[in-house]
């Protein structure tokens, strides 16, 4: 089992953008520098206070403080909707230890 003390919090998911199963999320980490140097980044996000790790296939901005985010295995709206306003949590090994802080 995860342990959240190895993951800060970063944000949390807004709604559903489009039909493909994108959602907005609202997040204090800039992921785009993460997004280009891993291929396979990992957002965890809570479930019944445990983490479950999602993986990010697509990863865009909107605006100035808004990033669209599109998850492994999630396709449809419908789908997306189900974890709007989720918290998203990363793991602390991503983060400078300012951005931890």
Do not use: C, N
């Not at 559903?16 to 997004?35: C, F, N």
């Not at 999602?54 to 998850?71: A, P, Q, S």
């Amino acid at each position: 089992m995860l342990d959240k003390a190895d993951f800060e919090p970063i944000g949390r998911l807004g709604r559903t953008h489009g039909i493909g199963g994108e959602l907005s999320a609202k997040l204090s980490v800039d992921l785009s520098v993460l997004w280009e140097e891993d291929e396979r980044l990992f957002l965890f996000l809570e479930e019944q206070e445990l983490l479950i790790p999602y993986r990010v296939l697509k990863l865009r901005t909107k605006g100035d403080e808004i990033d669209l985010i599109t998850f492994s295995g999630i396709t449809t709206k419908e789908e997306a909707e189900a974890l709007t306003g989720r918290p998203v949590w990363l793991d602390r090994d991503y983060l400078s230890d300012e951005e931890a802080e």
